[in-house]
């Protein structure tokens, strides 16, 4: 049974990923970083019947936690095959009132970027010892640079100083450990989700978590002829 790890799981995006890929067979660990809703969230997948599945407690923007989850991971397996960087944060908005500060956008990138990158090199020495490992860095389309220079853009005008930023520095970032590891059959990609219904956004609408997890489930289950080293969306490839 193969092993993934989710970060940001107890709810939205991440927690419905763990029910679909439950579904499919998979051992789920839910990185949550709130002790009391990860239970929850274990619990109400346990009530549904799916028994494979258990807490991991995580603050990815606290290095410490990090490392602590690393060891309490390695206290249940060895290996570790597929890790969902999921967990995320939008930040503050900017407007006239409310500019931003420097210490705004460098706590999203806190989380989206350093904290992303923090518990992808924890987890890898037992990524390294899986026969297929797979990592999913969850971006977004407004990451994209290509995209935003095209005025027909649906989101053109939804630029920022730090939430785009941020995506645009992880897929950088993907790049890079793609190329590291290419030679040891590793599967690395970023995926978007696209607009969903989420807390992250206020439930401003888009589709429901349930229906967007399928495609980001798509790239979490590659087998070994599976893309590396490239971004996706539900429409297929993207430009970075
Ligand atoms: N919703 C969208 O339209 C949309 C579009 C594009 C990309 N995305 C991306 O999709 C991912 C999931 O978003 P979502 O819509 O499911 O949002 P969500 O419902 O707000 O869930 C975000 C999850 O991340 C967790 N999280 C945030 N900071 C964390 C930290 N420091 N350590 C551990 N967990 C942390 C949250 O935990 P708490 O419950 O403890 O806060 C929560 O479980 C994010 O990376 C987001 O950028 C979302």
Known sequence: MRK??????????GFELAKYLLQKDYFVYLGCRNTEMGKNAVRELKN????????LEIDISKEESVNRAANEFGKYSDVLDILINN????????????PLSISDVREVFETNFFGTIAVTEAFLPFLKKSSLPVIENITSDLSSLTMHQDPDWLLYNAKSISYGPSKTALNAYTVALAYEYKD????????????TS??????SGGKSPAENCINLAKYAMLDENGPTGKFFGEEGELPW
């Open 184 to 195: 040891l059959g590793f599967k690395i990609n970023c995926v978007t989700p696209g607009w």
């Open 198 to 203: 989420t807390d992250f956004n206020g439930n």
């Open 48 to 55: 549904s019947g799916f028994e494979n599945c258990m807490l």
């Open 87 to 98: 967990a995320g944060i939008l930040g503050k908005r900017k407007s006239e009132d409310n």
């Open 4 to 13: 993934v790890l989710i970060t940001g799981a107890n709810k939205g995006l």
